[in-house]
């Protein structure tokens, strides 16, 4: 999509001036230009959920065009496919499957300002103007539209806590700016609202509201270029059978002449205003938005830079860095610039010098790849983000599963920070201590719901019975709790990892204990029908029995059937093919696996099984895995053509370019890993499966200097297949390579060729 790579003309020039001032000063990577490979608008059609706003990695603020409010593709603000903005608010989530955030809209204006209560559940305010994509453009850190109502041409970029807006009117006696509180994604209610204008040229304000997060807090200021009057609106009104408190600020500037610009600064903080103005102020003294958008775009181009790829496919190096620019969308900063956060308590805290919080962990999605590749390109942001889910269990009782906005959501299943924790300590990380690590994930995995600080509602789903049945029985009936199937075998997977933490730091007691439990996943499998299948408490399978049924979230199984969740024992390859009966009858039911017929049967089909090659949905995590356990059953061949149908058939360089929910970097993490050749099937064992490089060479550059060379020799579309693998000069037997050798440097040769290599 060329629009997202156009560059105003003028900046042109003003970049071009500013690096000539600079001269030798810049950099290599100040030098080449990551961002340019970055279409942003990838994954926001079809259901990728992803928004094309103006952040800079893991920023704490995500100012972004919002063009729906209801539904799930409403779940990120924005859907391609819309023709209207309703304005422009200043949080968002990345490729989630539900929604929430959309905090402080705003929406320059051009004379009457309307606010005229829309239908339930409309999805266009009644201020909103219509827009064209090819009056759009965006590049990471920056974006600009023209607002074809009103004749102004919106413009955003952002720091780390801050963001600011240019807006270049046209000539009028009457342009403005409505500031709207109540305005939020989905149906969310707001339970506290406060608008207070402190000055001619600012406006501060705070609010609660409740939704996927139970007790999100956000807390504005908004500082002006330009003087205004003002009109505050407080009352409420009847949307449908409901009624609706509104706190909304109209804002006006007075005349403009043609191309005057107006800008505004704006602070979040969830702890109080005082931290949101200073978050703002402190980063944008100046109103300067061409050096925060200069340095928005370094930003990007450091965090880009940590891979390198040599390739001529245009379209897979932008779908590359695209990725790559997903991944690091969030976690996003929780911490203020003055260093203090909301706690999972509910109270204010101040954070330990050098130590920032963060929040929104997906990390039912994320401990799959995302995680996986933070300890390769950035192992001390992810020991940063680690020690947030240790702090917010500190604070809250327990790890979390999906914590957004310092709220314990109870969201998805297992218990994830685990494995996140767990990876990360065995890969060498020392920056938590272990002990206390291992005793927060094994509180998280027994069946205790005291001492949870989260609204009574959550803590069914923090601590669902299915921990109980676990621990009691040694495995989850499934006549006694929902999804029963998908649980055990998570919390199978998550007690093989307390095990490997258990062993990391010498209590041996414990590590037996679980890798008994690690076993779980093995009361599952019916030898009759070959798959995955419930067991009620009495020892009986579940009747009747289709592996192609899916009833969404209220079946056995979780955003899936029993052939994609048959699969889930990542730690556990060998063990599987034993239940199977062996190596040949694990690859002959892989085989089925990817060959089987793509129908999915049932009245209320889960939408998250999607990207589907037979019944594998690379579109959803639980598959994310399976291709690779090709490799541990000595047919190697396979792994490398699916992973090349999977990165060549359902990743592409258009809006509706992921075959699922981004889910906060997953999906992209994914392909980045891919697209270098290798994946890590079982995070908490350090050693990497080798698939099918996509390019002729990647190289990640690591922490201290250190380069990890991945080379494809020979390499074509055609030339998929893996002929001969080198390490550091040494032939490799198996497929595999460990973190350790990875994070030690060196070079990966791989020679292709065009048939396999038995």
């Not at 704490?60 to 608010?89: E, H, K, L, M, V």
């Not at 968002?92 to 009457?112: K, Q, R, Y």
């Not at 556990?572 to 040949?584: F, Q």
Request: aromatic share 12%; glycine share 8%.
């Amino acid at each position: 999509m060329k629009k997202s790579f156009k560059i105003a003309a003028g900046f042109v020039a003003l970049s071009a001036m500013m690096f000539a001032v600079l001269g030798s000063s810049c950099s290599q990577n100040e030098a080449k230009d990551y961002t340019q490979y970055v279409n942003v608008f990838i994954g926001t059609g079809g259901h990728g959920h992803t928004y094309p706003g103006a952040v800079v990695p893991f920023g704490a603020i995500q100012p972004s065009p919002d063009t729906r409010i209801y539904g799930w593709d409403a779940c990120s603000g924005y859907y391609y496919n819309d023709s209207t903005i309703n304005g422009f608010s200043h949080t968002h989530l990345s490729g989630t499957g539900c929604c929430d955030l959309g905090d402080v809209l705003v929406m320059p204006t051009v004379g009457a300002q309307d606010i005229t209560q829309e239908e339930e559940r409309g999805q266009t305010k009644a201020y909103a103007s219509p827009f064209s994509h090819d009056n759009e453009e965006a590049a990471p850190g920056y974006y600009r539209v023209k607002l074809d109502r009103y004749d102004v041409v919106a413009e955003l970029t952002s720091t780390t806590h801050g963001a600011i807006h240019r807006w270049t009117f046209p000539q009028t006696d009457d342009a403005g700016v409505i500031v709207d509180l109540d305005y939020a994604l989905e149906d969310q209610v707001n339970k506290e609202m406060k608008l207070e204008v402190v000055s001619d040229t600012e406006i501060v304000g705070h609010k609660m509201t409740v939704y996927w997060a139970f007790d999100q807090y956000i807390n504005f200021y908004i500082k002006f270029s330009k003087p205004f009057t003002y009109t505050l609106v407080d009352d409420t009104v009847t949307v449908g059978t409901k009624q609706k408190p509104r706190r909304k600020a109209l804002l006006k500037f007075g005349a403009t002449d043609k191309g005057e610009m107006i800008f505004a600064k704006v602070g979040v903080s969830a702890v109080d205003i005082d931290g949101a103005k200073n978050n703002v102020l402190s980063e944008i003294p100046e109103w300067d938005f061409e050096a925060v958008r200069l340095a928005a775009k370094q930003k990007w181009n450091e965090y880009l830079s940590k891979i390198d790829i040599d390739t001529t496919d245009d379209d897979a190096r932008t779908v590359f860095y695209t990725a790559l620019y997903h991944t690091g969308m969030q976690p996003n900063c929780f911490t203020d610039a003055d260093g203090r956060y909301w706690g999972m308590d509910m109270k204010p805290h101040q954070a330990e010098d050098g130590k920032t919080m963060y929040t929104i962990f997906s990390t039912w999605d994320t401990f799959r790849a995302f995680h996986p590749l933070m300890t390769i390109i950035d192992p001390a942001l992810n020991d940063q983000f680690v020690n947030s889910l240790l702090q917010k269990a500190r604070e809250g009782g327990i790890l979390p599963m999906w914590e957004l906005q310092g709220n314990y959501t109870g969201c998805m299943i297992g218990h994830h920070s685990v494995p996140i924790i767990a990876d990360a300590y065995v890969k060498g990380s020392r920056a938590f201590d272990g002990a206390e690590a291992l005793k927060a994930m094994i509180r998280t995995a027994e069946y205790d719901t005291t001492g949870i600080i989260c609204p009574r509602p959550v803590v069914p789903c923090l601590m669902p019975s299915a921990k109980y049945w676990k621990n009691k029985l040694g495995y989850v009936p499934c006549d006694k709790d929902n999804e029963a199937v998908a649980k055990a075998l998570e919390y199978a997977y998550n007690d093989w990892c307390i095990a490997k933490m258990a062993e990391a730091v010498g209590n041996t007691d414990m590590a037996k204990k679980y890798n008994r439990l690690a076993e779980g996943y093995t009361h599952y499998y019916d030898a009759e029908t070959g798959y995955m299948r419930g067991k009620d408490s009495q020892g009986k399978w579940r009747t009747p029995f289709d592996p192609s049924r899916s009833t969404h979230r209220s079946d056995d199984y979780c955003e899936g059937n029993a052939w994609q969740w048959t699969w889930f024992a990542p730690h556990a390859p060998e063990g599987l093919m034993k239940l199977m009966g062996g190596k040949d009858a694990f690859v002959q039911k892989l085989d089925a696996l990817f060959s089987a017929s793509s129908e999915i049967t049932g009245e209320a089909v889960s939408a998250d099984i999607s990207g589907l090659i037979g019944q594998y949905a690379h579109g959803n995590e639980p598959s994310h895995h399976i291709i690779h356990f090709y490799n541990y059953a000595g047919v190697p061949h396979r792994t490398q053509e699916l992973v090349d149908q999977v990165l060549t058939t359902l990743y592409h360089n258009n809006p509706d370019g992921l075959s699922g929910n981004e889910d906060c970097g997953q999906m992209s993490a994914w392909y980045v890993l891919n697209a270098m050749g290798f994946y890590q099937v079982a995070p908490g064992n350090p050693v990497y499966s080798i698939g099918r490089p996509l390019f002729n060479q990647a190289t990640i550059n690591l922490q201290g200097g250190k380069q990890f060379v991945i080379k494809a020799e020979n390499n074509s579309p055609q030339n998929k297949y893996v002929q001969e693998i080198t390490l550091n000069g040494n032939k490799l037997t198996q497929p595999f390579f460990t973190h350790k050798q990875l994070m030690n440097g060196g070079e990966l040769v791989m020679v292709m060729g065009a048939e396999p290599k038995k």
